[in-house]
């Protein structure tokens, strides 16, 4: 006997797991800017770049019913657009000579 697809036996749990992803990005995102305010800017902008470089990987790899809103435009689209900035971003902060 088939079983019911969660989203409509639990709709509020189907919905939280499916922002898991992004909720994840969001707390790599909030860790570099705790790091920023608390001085190291280098440090914490390479963390939020590190953060958009997984976002990427991960609307690379997961399939659209499990990214919620992590997929906004096409999988090139989301994938080059935010593997490319989080990368600018680290790359830009390392390279900041110290002063």
């Known amino acids: 006997m088939a079983r019911t697809p969660l989203y409509t036996r639990r709709p509020i749990l189907a919905g939280v797991l499916r922002q898991l992803p992004l909720t994840a990005v969001l707390l790599v995102v909030a860790a570099g800017l705790v790091t920023v305010a608390a001085g190291n800017w280098r440090r914490g902008l390479v963390v939020v770049g590190l953060a958009l470089v997984g976002a990427g990987v ?9 990214l919620g809103f992590l997929a906004v435009r096409s999988t090139t689209t989301d994938v080059v657009l935010t593997t490319g900035t989080g ?5 830009v902060a390392l390279a900041i000579p110290p002063g």
């Open 58 to 66: 991960l609307r690379m790899l997961l399939p659209v019913r499990r």
């Open 87 to 91: 990368l600018v971003l680290a790359l």
